[in-house]
């Protein structure tokens, strides 16, 4: 019998309407467009304005129409993994709230948090359901209102983050498509660089922390930088050697978006030239989970069935990766 590969079916995605331009920003802090631009890559990004407006607004927003699209009752769905660092709430699990949202009464789900590489681990996870054979429809969101945890006083952050979120839907494929090889790291001695202070366990909410702004992204750029630069880079190379692939076998890189930099030295190391990147750091900014399938779902119309893919991500805990699949329609 052939092996199941667990393919992706369809994606969607969903940004909020407000527009927060660089120029706004220079309002905000003080920074200016030409370093923002210059130093990210990042013209624009979306901010989901309103009270009681959680990430799953724009998580329900992206798999409504994705339900539509890839022709799917909810009550069909086995799993959803919602991969995300900004949960409606520390719990339950915004999946759960998704699931009654759209009516996926037959679905169990979860939240994953792998920071900014969360949607690679979760359609890594996803996949493993499939190819066992065990489940047959596997939603996986990566969603992320980033703007809940910013602090619109700190030029450092402030200007890097943007809402959004992006689905895909996971199924079974016997031609051989579908997702082909994953590496995937962590270390969590990256913590200090990147974190958010307060809130958890170790440090539960109080007027101190509240007044500290210890709730808000805590980031050491530069070190950031330095360690994303090379990991990305690296993963992303050795996925391809792993499979054998030359930089002309790939028809896609999909990076985080977190600095056009970073991106431009990933595909530099996998020998990509700029017409094969996917990109919107431009216009959404750093979305942090939703970074890679916003950008499969604007560069769905491009994409052909075979087509070699390579996705790659760095994030806090320290998390990265690469992930290796063909697309399937
Ligand atoms: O997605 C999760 C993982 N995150 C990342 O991968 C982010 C990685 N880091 C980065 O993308 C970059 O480090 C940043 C975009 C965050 C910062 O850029 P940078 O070139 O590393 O700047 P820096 O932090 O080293 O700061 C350089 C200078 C400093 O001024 P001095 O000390 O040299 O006088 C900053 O105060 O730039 C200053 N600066 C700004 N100036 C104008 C920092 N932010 C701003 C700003 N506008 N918004």
Redesign the pocket.
């Known amino acids: 019998m052939a092996k199941i590969t667990a393919a992706i079916t369809g994606v969607q995605g969903f940004v909020p309407d407000y527009i927060l331009t660089n120029k706004e920003?220079e309002n905000l802090?003080?920074?200016?467009d030409e370093?923002?631009s210059s130093?990210?890559g990042i013209k624009e990004r979306r901010i989901l304005k309103g009270d009681g407006q959680g990430s799953s607004v724009m998580a329900v927003g992206a798999i409504l129409p994705l339900l539509e699209k890839t022709n799917t009752k909810p009550e069909e769905i086995d799993l959803i993994i919602c991969a995300t660092v900004t949960p409606d709430m520390v719990f339950p699990a915004t999946a759960n709230i998704i699931g009654a949202e759209i009516g996926a009464i037959n679905a169990f789900g979860y939240d994953l948090n792998a920071?900014?590489s969360g949607f690679l681990y979760a359609i890594a996870t996803g996949s493993q359901f499939i190819e066992t054979g065990k489940y047959k429809k596997v939603l996986v969101v990566g969603v992320d209102k980033m703007s809940s945890i910013i602090d619109y006083t700190d030029?450092?952050?402030?200007?890097?983050f943007g809402d959004g979120a992006g689905a895909v839907m996971l199924e079974p494929n016997n031609e051989g498509l579908g997702i082909q090889d994953f590496i995937l790291k962590s270390d969590g001695t990256g913590m200090q660089y990147?974190h958010q202070k307060a809130g958890g366990s170790r440090k539960p909410a109080s007027m101190e922390t509240v007044q500290n702004k210890e709730h808000y992204v805590y980031?050491?750029?530069?070190?950031?930088?330095k360690?994303?630069v090379t990991n990305m880079a690296d993963a992303a190379a050795q996925i391809m050697q792993k499979n054998n692939l030359k930089s002309e076998d790939v028809a896609w890189l999909v990076p985080?978006?977190?600095?056009k930099?970073?991106i431009d030295a990933t595909a530099n190391r996998m020998g990509l030239d700029s017409s094969r990147v996917m990109l919107n750091i431009d216009h959404f900014g750093?979305t942090?989970n939703g970074?890679i399938p916003l950008c499969l779902w604007e560069y769905e119309s491009q994409l052909n069935k075979g087509d070699n893919i390579v996705l790659a991500a760095?994030?806090?805990g320290f998390t990265w990766g690469a992930l290796y699949l063909k697309w399937a329609y």
């Open positions: 920003l802090v003080e920074t200016t370093w923002i130093r990210t920071a900014c030029r450092a952050t402030c200007i890097i990147l980031q050491e750029g530069a070190a950031v930088f360690f994303a985080h978006q977190a600095n930099r970073i750093n942090t970074t760095f994030g806090g």
